[in-house]
């Protein structure tokens, strides 16, 4: 059952038809071109598809496109200005985050989320004392970017690129 | 996936009013277990009615000292919330144990009470499954069963319930509000999930269009403890094998009173009522922890593969009745 709903993604406004079972990130990118979230497991287990949602790190592959008419969506490629790389994007560079780059995208995205979480003073399951200010050493890096899941094991890579993000 | 029609209501009554009067249609809130189960084909809903927008979102005090969280509270804003933090952290500590960053940011409080089962089998629709399919059979009694219940469990269906969220509420005697067709009801927390008996498809006593508004948490005990641990087979991101929500209030050496619940052992989260009995104006000491623990699952029936569980979760209570009651701990 075909709809017709507004997305802006990347800062550009478009508008598209899609089927009601349409998941927002097929409409990303079979609908838009927009190829920067991948489909890693596309059942909510892996996080190679999460973009922000209005400043929010979320799994594409889960959200409905239909229920998601007139969001404004911020993927990987479109967190730079221009030719200059996102702060977060430099460090994956900097620290090799990646190997294969499957997952990058997906991990850049849930780290910009997961930094601006921190901003936030909100806890996570390592943080010992729930009412002090947030401290964000190794470990709190591990757990807050464990839906994540890299195959080919950059992890030492993305907890330093974030790290040093962090300083 | 089968298609469907997608519809955002106007208010809470109308969304009510659209699935009570279609028996194929469901609400859609955060999507992270719908959406794969629909995927999954193991939910088919011809029409999809969006809640999003007409439950509250907000946590708010109530009159005494409790705290009402609007159904539509996201697993991240909940467990972040002051009042939350300061008040019931052991609900934080339990939904920070639970997911991902992401999933959390999507999740909503009613959604996480409806979440289904994460059994193999539910979820494999290859497989018979009396859950998915009444009458099909069940595969886990003879299958992959480390995951299975250990309490309560019937011939039709040993799946476990998978929140963390709802275990710590179950322990915080939380109060669900629902919205019908014939007007707002409230069910307790520990009335709310059903155990499978001869009907396993059902998980709670909630019927069709039948719409969470909100969860109610009564003030907190004075002078309380409270803690929740989750065991699991990864460091994050992983369904518990077994979690402990537990409060504790000590005076002159006793216990004055606890409240303690269980995830990862039954169909629904467990409330140990009869260890909370045993424990009740006994001298805080390591035997009455193990007596209690022990007395809750003295009734515990396990497979080839489970077993594990029941000395897991005695000894992990144990573990958290003596962290709330060491004197400078």
């Known amino acids: 059952m075909d709809t017709t709903i507004t997305l802006k993604v990347d800062g550009e406004r478009h508008e598209l038809t899609v089927d009601t079972r349409t998941t927002l990130l097929d409409a990303l990118r079979d609908g838009l071109g927009v190829y920067s979230p991948k489909k890693g497991c596309d059942h909510g287990q ?118 040093e993000v962090l300083r | 996936m089968i298609p469907f029609v997608y519809s955002r209501p106007g208010d809470a009554a109308e969304a009510v009013e659209a699935v009570a009067g279609d028996p194929g249609a469901t609400f859609l809130a955060g999507g992270t277990n719908l959406v794969d189960h629909m995927k999954l084909g193991i939910a088919s809903p011809t ?143 520990a009335d709310f999930h059903r155990l499978p008996g001869a009907e396993p498809e059902r998980d709670t006593v909630l019927e069709h269009g039948e719409l969470i508004t909100a969860v109610d948490l009564p003030a907190p005990q004075e002078g309380a403890r409270s803690t929740y641990r989750k065991v699991r087979e990864r460091a994050s991101y992983a369904f518990a094998l077994v979690s402990v929500a537990a409060l504790v209030s000590v005076r002159g050496g006793q216990i004055a009173d606890t409240r303690i619940a269980f995830g990862g052992v039954a169909h629904a989260p467990w409330r140990a009522r009869r260890a909370e009995e045993v424990l009740r104006g006994r001298p805080v000491t390591e035997t009455a922890f193990r007596v209690a623990a022990e007395a809750e699952f003295a009734e515990a029936r396990t497979g080839r593969d489970n077993a594990f569980k029941v000395p897991l979760a005695i000894n992990t209570c144990a573990a958290v009745l003596r962290s709330l009651t060491e004197v400078n701990g």
Not at chain 2, 52 to 69: F, K, M, N, S, T
Not at chain 2, 84 to 107: D, E, I, K
Not at chain 2, 122 to 140: H, I, L, M, W, Y
Not at chain 2, 154 to 171: G, I, N, Q, Y
Request: with cysteine; net charge negative; proline share 5%.
């Open chain 2, 47 to 189: 029409a999809l009615v969006d809640v999003r927008e007409v439950v509250d979102d907000a946590v708010e005090e109530l009159p005494g000292g409790g705290v009402r969280i609007g159904a539509g509270t996201t697993n991240s804003e909940l467990a972040a919330h002051p009042l939350v933090r300061r008040r019931y952290p052991l609900l934080s500590s339990a939904l920070l144990a639970g997911a991902s960053g992401q999933l959390r940011n999507m999740a909503t409080t009613g959604g996480n009470l409806l979440q289904r089962t994460r059994c193999v089998y539910f979820q494999d629709v290859t497989t018979p499954c009396n859950k998915r399919e009444p009458g099909s059979g069940c595969s886990a009694l003879e299958g992959h069963g480390r995951d299975n219940a250990v309490l309560g469990a019937s011939e039709r269906c040993v799946a476990t319930h998978p929140s963390d969220m709802a275990v710590a509420m179950l322990a915080l005697d939380a109060e669900v509000r629902v919205l019908g067709p014939s007007g707002e009801r409230r069910v307790p927390l």
């Open chain 1, 46 to 163: 892996c996080g190679a598809c999460t973009v922000l949602l209005a400043g929010r790190r979320v799994l594409a592959c889960l959200a409905l496109a239909v229920a998601h008419d007139g969001a404004e969506v911020t993927t990987a490629a479109g967190l730079g200005r221009g030719d200059e790389l996102h702060p977060v994007a430099r460090a994956f560079l900097d620290h090799d985050g990646f190997q294969c780059g499957y997952c990058t995208p997906g991990q850049i995205c849930s780290a910009v989320g997961m930094l601006a979480e921190a901003e936030r003073e909100w806890p996570s399951h390592v943080t010992e004392d729930l009412e002090a200010p947030v401290e964000m050493d190794e470990a709190e890096i591990r757990e807050r970017m464990s839906g994540n899941i890299c195959r080919c094991g950059a992890y030492p890579g993305i907890v330093g690129a974030i790290g």
